[in-house]
């Protein structure tokens, strides 16, 4: 998935002739899952059509302050326009618009957004070979840059004028890339690794039976899919579930019992900077586990229970730097027993939810959490969707792992 995947792209075409690759540009910004709005300048639709742009983009195109052609004209917020956006690409950028730009002049509805804007700004110049080396140019790029925008830089190639040299505009694919590497490298999660675990664990009694319990993994799979969204590095150690998972830098690792999710997690966590245990691990399986499948007998059958061994509890014992977060399940005094584990298991954050919440626990897709830091600090969250708890998990990692 892509790092624009649910993202608003603003997209600011100007009057080049290589306007008409703008019109490519919006159908790969939408395959890659984003929703793109197109603000143009008023010489820009003489290279290039709205009704085109409108309909690849299946929104509405603005071009002027208002809708002139409008019998009830409507003021066009440009405003409202650069706030909605999470990104905005000029492209092309033309010499006259960048130097508009770099002045802060607003005469038309494109450089009055480009100053309202709040998100990044991504500029793509295209001109010929002589106006891109132009000194004038090279100023204007260099304050533009200065002012926080991102440069993707002109190709070279041959130019609408004939000539050969730099200052074709970067080619549709190329803007996408630069972008998604430039979105994926100031991601908040960048360059950390993070262990997480999931679902439950089964005990085997003989070759076909086996102790389990009710966890979906739901709540873990939701972590380790944002983790992957904000940057992270991730190897989600996975009990038996249905669930998939395909998502950029997670490794599913799947294990069947406790023993085999300590063994995996043991094996990455001297090199994660987090570790999140949300599995519902057993803490008993059978002593001895038969060799053939048991028969049925005459009268009661007792099996005969040992520990298994408490996974975040080792890691607490063996924590170097690691960020270590684990989940209670309480049903009874609820917040001194999930501090006493805190505090007993060495944690930096625990995770409670109570099975007596409406909309917690296994197998929904909502959860009520309340956290309780290292520092003692309760904070309650409302009923929200697994994934929006594991954003808040997540984030607050992101605030702590830097502190
Ligand atoms: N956990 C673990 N290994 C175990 C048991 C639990 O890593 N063998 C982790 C869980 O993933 C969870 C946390 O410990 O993050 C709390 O699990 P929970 O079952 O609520 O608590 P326990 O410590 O097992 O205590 P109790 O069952 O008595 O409440």
Redesign the pocket.
């Known amino acids: 998935m892509s790092v624009l995947s649910g993202k608003k792209v603003l997209l600011g075409v100007t009057a080049g002739i290589a306007a008409y690759k703008s019109t490519y540009l919006v159908r790969l910004l939408i395959k890659k899952g984003a929703e793109v709005k197109v603000v143009m300048t008023p010489s820009a639709k003489e290279f290039v059509t709205p009704l085109t742009l409108s309909t690849l983009s299946k929104n509405e195109v603005f071009s002027s302050f208002t809708n002139e052609d409008d019998d009830n004209a409507q003021w066009n917020n440009h405003v409202e326009l650069g706030l909605w956006a999470d990104f905005f690409i000029i492209a092309p950028a033309t010499a006259n618009t960048l130097s508009k730009m770099a002045q802060g002049q607003s005469d038309n509805l494109l450089v009055a957004t480009y100053l309202s804007a709040k998100c990044p700004v991504y500029i793509a110049p295209a001109m010929d070979l002589d106006m891109y080396k132009h000194p004038s140019t090279l100023e204007t790029l260099s304050k533009l840059e200065s002012f926080g925008n991102a440069i993707v830089p002109a190709e070279h190639g041959e130019l609408a004028s004939g000539l050969v040299g730099k200052g074709r505009m970067a080619e549709p694919e190329n803007i996408v890339a630069f972008l998604e590497k430039d979105i994926a490298d100031q991601l908040p999660l960048k360059g950390k690794k993070i262990v997480i675990?999931a679902g439950p664990t089964y005990e085997a009694i003989d070759p076909v039976r086996f102790i389990g319990n009710h966890s979906s993994g739901k709540m873990g799979y939701a972590i380790a899919e944002k983790a992957s969204e904000l940057g992270a590095e991730v190897v989600l150690v996975s009990g038996p579930t249905s669930l998939q998972l395909q998502a950029p830098n997670v490794s599913i690792v799947r294990v069947t019992s406790?023993q085999e999710?300590?063994d995996a997690v043991h094996l990455y966590y001297p090199h994660c900077h987090t570790a999140i245990?949300?599995?519902?691990?057993?803490?008993y399986r059978p002593k001895n586990v038969a060799s053939e499948k048991i028969k049925k007998k005459e009268g009661e059958m007792t099996i005969e229970l040992e520990k298994?061994?408490?996974?975040?509890?080792s890691?607490g014992k063996i924590k170097d730097k690691q960020f270590l977060?684990?989940?209670?399940?309480?049903t009874q005094n609820e917040l001194d027993?999930a501090k006493t584990?805190l505090e007993k298991?060495n944690l930096d954050l625990i995770v409670l939810n109570s099975l007596k919440d409406k909309g917690a626990g296994f197998g929904t897709d909502t959860n009520k959490v309340t956290f309780i830091t290292r520092n003692n600090k309760v904070i309650p969250f409302e009923v929200k969707s697994k994934k929006e708890v594991a954003y808040d998990i997540l984030q607050h990692i992101i605030d702590h792992i830097d502190a």
């Open positions: 675990t406790a999710m300590y245990l949300s599995a519902a691990v057993a803490d298994t061994q408490d996974i975040l509890a890691l977060v684990g989940f209670a399940l309480e027993n584990k298991k």
